[in-house]
């Protein structure tokens, strides 16, 4: 089945930077597929991050646009968010998605594969 597996989560101090991996497993990559970054605090909906598809766009949530960035390898079947200058409120816990369709999305009903979570803490 496919699985999606989070890491490189922890805690930073404000203005701090972290990078975010996404390893999928068991999905063949085909031509028309989109991946995206959600993050979630306890009792609110899940927000979508950043997204991007098969021809490398990209789109962000107003929030995080000009501080984060998605990339992905592919060949390495991974997904990338690179986090800088982070804020109190990026903290939350950290999930990326993957849908078998083309195109962008920051909606959660849009994805059918999940990951569980990575958890990301920024303090003072």
């Known amino acids: 089945r496919v699985q999606l597996v989070e890491s490189g989560g922890g805690s930073v101090q404000i203005g701090g930077s972290l990078r975010l991996s996404c390893k999928v497993s068991s999905y063949t990559f085909s031509n028309r597929y989109r991946m995206a970054w959600f993050r979630q605090i306890p009792g609110t909906e899940r927000e979508g991050v950043a997204s991007i598809d098969n021809d490398d766009a990209t789109w962000y949530s107003d929030p995080v646009n000009g501080r984060f960035a998605i990339s992905q390898d592919i060949a390495k079947n991974t997904l990338y968010l690179q986090m800088n200058n982070l804020k109190l409120e990026d903290s939350g816990m950290y999930y990326c998605?993957?849908?078998?369709?083309?195109?962008?999305?920051?909606?959660?009903?849009?994805?059918?594969?999940w990951g569980q979570g990575t958890q990301v803490t920024v303090s003072s």
């Open positions: 998605a993957l849908a078998s369709l083309g195109g962008l999305s920051l909606l959660p009903r849009s994805y059918n594969y």
